[in-house]
DNA sequence: ATGTTGTAATGTGTTAACAATTAACAAAAT
DNA sequence: ATTTTGTTAATTGTTAACACATTACAACAT
């Protein structure tokens, strides 16, 4: 295995990833590139084959993975890439809310003013991404979820960031397949309650917070569905 | 390894948990028992001699137990119980309170008359272990957290269970280290709360459920925290 | 034709040996 | 005295071989 690939920090920096934790990176990056297909079987000995090692860490890694919602294990029988369907779709979206609600509580109450601009800077970002003319959704995928994850991350709720990275590769998935950041009714009313709950943190104003936050979240679900409904049954993700 | 410690379903059902989950349990237990202190070390292989196996399913194990929050790992440094103190107890129950409400939003929809039931039944319980004179606290801390998981398995809700089982470890730690079942004034109390909330679920009564669940939530929290300062700066659990 | 049983192949679970990292401690240098 | 450096011991991370479970399929019986 190349050492090169992981240590690309500082001297000083001692390697404290390991070795399951890159190959997880690797995969999680391979399923939500699609480069792995839903429901597709995850063979040990060909992926450490792949990356130049052994099913030790592979094995670890999809572990990693399991716990993260991508890849549906079984005793003695394998690993397979999740295949989420409409109803995993709304688990995670209720979930979601209710993770992200608790961060605002916390924020509201622990965010300093530099923190509260990083977060307007990300809602900057979004505006300038929204401009562009064919709009690079994976861009805009990550500023949205960047967005979140600093929320969770300014509550200081060290098990609600937890949880919600947890579920991060999850929402990417959905996120992702079903283009849920840029269409085009939606967009702009996104970046207007990105930017009303920076608003509420700056009053310190939990409910009204806590409202945009259910407001965004509901709109998000909407739409899956009637999506999901427009191609008829397919609601496989 | 001993094959029958594991192997006790009938004969027709395939072994399906692997003995990497067993030595989990095993593990577990012993940590909830405090035959492992909080922050002492937990050797690999000491481990497996004592249980007579391999360093690999213990590894594994640890690493099950990192995921529930009841060990602490670092690479290269190795593996030690966790140390939880008041921020967490307040982590672990503001955590838990967001789940449960997500719990019962489902459940009072999704719920059957016949699981209602069951819930009533464990609230049964609950009383008849309160008559006894000295209350076996280990029981009355398992019936209480089986009511609050018998909910979320109700809700139907996947990943609220699942993130509700990850954190049931630590809540038995801190219900048990605490004593929080049955401190004399909570006890009846706590009692009643269950009931409303069955009462809710009955009346498919959302606001009510939600608003006793956070009652009853708000309560331990609490306590916790005059018992904390009660006993001054001392606040590790 | 259909269902059942036995066997081979594939792939996971476990073990044990090996490599790399960290921590502890003693010796040397400032 | 304090810090630095080298060496050793203890423990984790990784590898590779082995044991076991599951699946697929062919031969046989019904």
Redesign the pocket.
């Known amino acids: 295995?190349l050492?090169s690939a992981e240590?690309n920090e500082l001297l000083t920096a001692?390697?404290?990833r390991?070795?399951?934790?890159?190959i997880a990176d690797q995969l999680r990056q391979a399923i939500l590139a699609d480069q792995f297909k839903p429901n597709q079987?995850?063979?040990?000995?060909?992926i450490?084959e792949s990356m130049?090692?052994?099913?030790?860490?592979?094995?670890?890694a999809l572990k990693i993975l399991e716990n993260e919602g991508l890849v549906v294990?079984?005793?003695?029988?394998?690993?397979f890439v999740a295949e989420l369907n409409l109803e995993d779709f709304i688990e995670i979206y209720t979930l979601r809310e209710a993770l992200e609600s608790l961060a605002l509580r916390y924020a509201i109450k622990r965010a300093s003013a530099k923190q509260i601009e990083s977060l307007e800077e990300l809602v900057h970002t979004m505006i300038e991404i929204s401009k562009h003319d064919p709009i690079d959704q994976v861009e805009a995928t990550d500023v949205d979820l960047k967005f979140h994850q600093t929320l969770c991350e300014m509550s200081g709720h060290r098990r609600v960031l937890s949880a919600w990275e947890s579920l991060s590769g999850q929402i990417r998935i959905v996120v992702l397949r079903h283009r849920l950041v840029h269409p085009d009714d939606l967009r702009e009313r996104s970046i207007t309650w990105h930017e009303r709950i920076v608003e509420a943190l700056r009053e310190r104003n939990t409910e009204k917070a806590i409202d945009e936050l259910h407001v965004h979240m509901a709109a998000s679900m909407e739409w899956v569905n009637k999506l999901v409904k427009e191609r008829g049954g397919e609601n496989a993700f």
């Open positions: 295995m050492k240590g001692p390697s404290q390991t070795l399951s934790d890159y079987r995850m063979v040990e000995q060909e450490a130049q090692t052994s099913r030790g860490p592979v094995r670890d294990r079984q005793p003695h029988r394998g690993a």
